[in-house]
T-cell receptor, first 113, second 112 residues
Framework: GAGVSQSPSNKVTEKGKDVELRCDPI?????LYWYRQSLGQGLEFLIY????????KSGLPSDRFSAERTGGSVSTLTIQRTQQEDSAVYLC???????????FGSGTRLTVV | GDSVTQMEGPVTLSEEAFLTINCTYT??????LFWYVQYPGEGLQLLLK?????DKGSNKGFEATYRKETTSFHLEKGSVQVSDSAVYFC???????????FGSGTKLNVKP
């Protein structure tokens, strides 16, 4: 597509439930990144994919967080047993050229109640 | 480790005022530097970038110069408009561009 697409745009879930967030990068972009933006905070790196592999998982906050990417395209970020502190905007970005910078999606706003 | 520090907001200016948003960084190696902008209700957009010392990035009237001696990448605009109201993020990327480090963002409010 023309841009990075994320779904859902908003998600309200009950504490303890699992959620899946989807990112559809720009076609042909080999690198895909997940960040989260908590209220009033900057961007926090979560995970990075080059193709289908994730060489850097260092940012995942706990083992409740996991992500996968299939076919070098769509990525899913899964949060198990959600907690209130997981509430944030989850941003996905993709890039195709070293040094060019990311293109970001509009994000998924997750609210855990 | 690598990090970015930018001035806290919000910054409130009148239309046509001069804008400076300070950004300094700490990095090993030779990072690339970026400014991203997030307009209300929208995702992040790349505003400008510089990949080596003394490079000047520019776009939409905004400029920033990569200053290695002061480890800075301050964002400037000579005359802001109401439509420039947004949150601005300074960022650096490691030499392999595998990870970006973002500042906490500076909210700019421009009043007519």
């Amino acid at each position: 597509g023309a841009g990075v697409s994320q779904s859902p745009s908003n998600k309200v879930t009950e504490k303890g439930k699992d959620v899946e967030l989807r990112c559809d990068p720009i076609s042909g972009h080999t690198a895909l990144y997940w960040y989260r933006q908590s209220l009033g905070q900057g961007l926090e790196f979560l995970i990075y994919f080059q193709g289908n592999s994730a060489p850097d998982k260092s940012g995942l906050p706990s083992d409740r967080f996991s992500a996968e990417r299939t076919g070098g395209s769509v990525s899913t970020l899964t949060i198990q047993r959600t907690q209130q502190e997981d509430s944030a905007v989850y941003l996905c970005a993709s890039s195709d050229r070293v040094g060019y910078g990311y293109t970001f999606g509009s994000g998924t706003r997750l609210t855990v109640v | 480790g690598d990090s970015v520090t930018q001035m806290e907001g919000p910054v409130t200016l009148s239309e046509e005022a001069f804008l400076t948003i300070n950004c300094t960084y700490t990095a090993t190696g030779y990072p690339s530097l970026f400014w991203y902008v997030q307009y209300p209700g929208e995702g992040l957009q790349l505003l400008l970038k510089a990949t080596k010392a003394d490079d000047k990035g520019s776009n939409k009237g905004f400029e920033a110069t990569y200053r290695k001696e002061t480890t800075s990448f301050h964002l400037e605009k000579g005359s802001v408009q109401v439509s420039d109201s947004a949150v601005y993020f300074c960022a650096l990327s490691d030499p392999n561009f595998n990870k970006f480090y973002f500042g906490s963002g500076t909210k700019l409010n421009v009043k007519p």
